[in-house]
C-alpha cells in the first residue's frame, strides 16, 4: 500500500551530517538531551523543506511560518531568519548534497531543569536542528494514487490546540493517522470542529468538480506553502479554484482529489471511502502537478 511520504531508500544517508546547536553530528551519534523541551512535551515548532538542483524551495516561506508559529506560542527563537539560512546552507555544503533532499528544519524551546510545561523552568537557548537526508518519493505513488478514510479524531478548535501551528506537538495527527492505517488507508481524511472537511493527518486535501479546484478555508490546518503554490498556480493560470467550506459528500460526488505537501509535491487520490477515482480521468490534477514541477525548476 502506497503512502504520501514512501521515499526511494538511499545509502548516503547513513552519513549524513546533522546540525545540532551549532555542532555537525554523524547520524548515529545526533542525539539531543531527555530534558529537551521537544523530547519532553513535543513543545517546539518545524518546517520541511526541499533542497531542489543547488535551491531551497520556498525558503522564504518557510522560515516565514516557522517564526510566525514561534510567536504564537511564545517561543522566541534566538537567531535570525538570516542566521538559520545559513546554518541551512552550511548543513548542505558540508554534506556535498547537491538536490533530492528533504530537510526537517526543528526549533525546540530548548533544555528544562525538570521535566514540567512552565517555560519559567527552560535553562537554554532554544534547540536547532537540521536533518538532511537524500530523499526522493516512489514514483509509483502518482500512478497508484492514495486511499483515505474519514476518521474519528478532528482538528480541533482554536483554543485547544491550534490546528494551524505546524508545532512538535503532532499527538492528534498520530492519533487520526493510526485510525487511517487500521481501516487499510494511506491518510486520514479529518473533519474540523463543524463538520466540514479540513485536511488530512500529514498533507492538505484538494478536489475538484466541474473543473473547478476546492480546498478547505484553511482555518483548521496548517498553513501548507504546497498548498498555497497551488493555489497561485491555479489563479495564474486561469484555473478556478476555491477555499471554501465542504462537506464529505461534496468530495465523494467530486470528479478528482489530490493532497499536497513539501515532500512529495501533488498526489492524486484513488479512493476515498468507497469513493473510487479514475485515475485516467485526472486531467486538471496532472496539469497542476506539471506546473508545479516547473515551478521548482524556476
Known amino acids: 500500500m502506497p503512502s504520501s511520504h514512501d521515499y526511494i531508500k538511499d545509502k548516503r544517508n547513513r552519513n549524513i ?4 546547536n551549532n555542532k555537525f553530528y554523524l547520524r548515529e551519534k545526533a542525539k539531543v538531551s531527555v530534558f529537551d523541551s521537544g523530547f519532553l512535551l513535543g513543545d517546539g515548532v518545524w518546517s520541511g523543506i526541499r533542497f531542489h538542483n543547488n535551491k531551497f524551495l520556498f525558503l522564504r516561506d ?3 511560518r516557522l517564526f510566525e508559529d514561534a510567536k504564537k506560542i511564545d517561543l522566541k527563537i534566538h537567531l535570525t531568519k538570516k542566521q538559520l539560512t545559513k546554518i541551512l546552507t552550511n548543513t548542505i555544503k558540508i ?7 528533504h530537510i526537517r528544519l526543528i526549533v525546540s524551546r530548548g533544555i528544562k531543569s525538570t521535566p514540567y510545561q512552565d517555560p519559567a523552568f527552560t535553562i537554554s537557548k532554544p534547540t536547532v536542528v537540521v536533518i538532511p537526508e537524500y530523499k526522493q518519493p516512489q514514483e509509483s505513488i502518482y500512478k497508484k494514487g492514495l486511499i483515505l478514510k474519514t476518521v474519528k479524531t478532528i482538528r480541533g478548535p482554536h483554543n485547544v490546540q491550534d490546528p494551524r501551528i505546524n ?12 485510525e487511517a492505517k487500521k481501516k487499510k488507508a494511506d491518510e486520514a481524511l479529518m473533519f474540523d470542529i463543524n463538520g466540514n472537511i479540513a485536511t488530512n493527518n500529514s498533507t492538505h486535501f484538494f478536489y475538484i468538480k466541474d473543473k473547478c479546484v476546492y480546498t478547505s478555508n484553511g482555518k483548521y490546518c496548517v498553513k501548507g506553502i504546497t498548498r498555497q503554490k497551488v493555489i497561485d498556480i491555479c489563479k495564474k493560470n486561469k484555473i478556478k479554484v476555491y477555499e471554501k467550506n465542504f462537506k464529505l459528500k461534496d468530495v465523494l460526488d467530486a470528479d478528482e482529489s489530490f493532497v499536497t505537501g513539501t515532500f512529495a509535491n501533488i498526489i492524486p ?6 469513493k473510487i477515482y479514475n485515475l485516467k480521468n485526472n486531467l486538471i490534477t496532472k496539469k497542476i502537478r506539471e506546473l508545479y514541477l516547473q515551478l521548482m525548476d524556476k
Do not use: E, G, Q
Not at 551530517?17 to 545540532?20: E, G, R, S
Not at 508545532?167 to 493510526?178: D, F, M, Q, T, V
Not at 487520490?269 to 468507497?274: A, C, E, P
Open 269 to 274: 487520490v484513488r479512493k476515498i471511502n468507497n
Open 95 to 101: 554534506n556535498k548534497m547537491k538536490t533530492d533532499v
Open 167 to 178: 508545532s512538535l506537538s503532532k499527538l492528534n495527527c498520530i492519533i487520526a493517522c493510526i
Open 62 to 64: 518557510h522560515l516565514s
Open 17 to 20: 551530517k546533522i546540525f545540532i
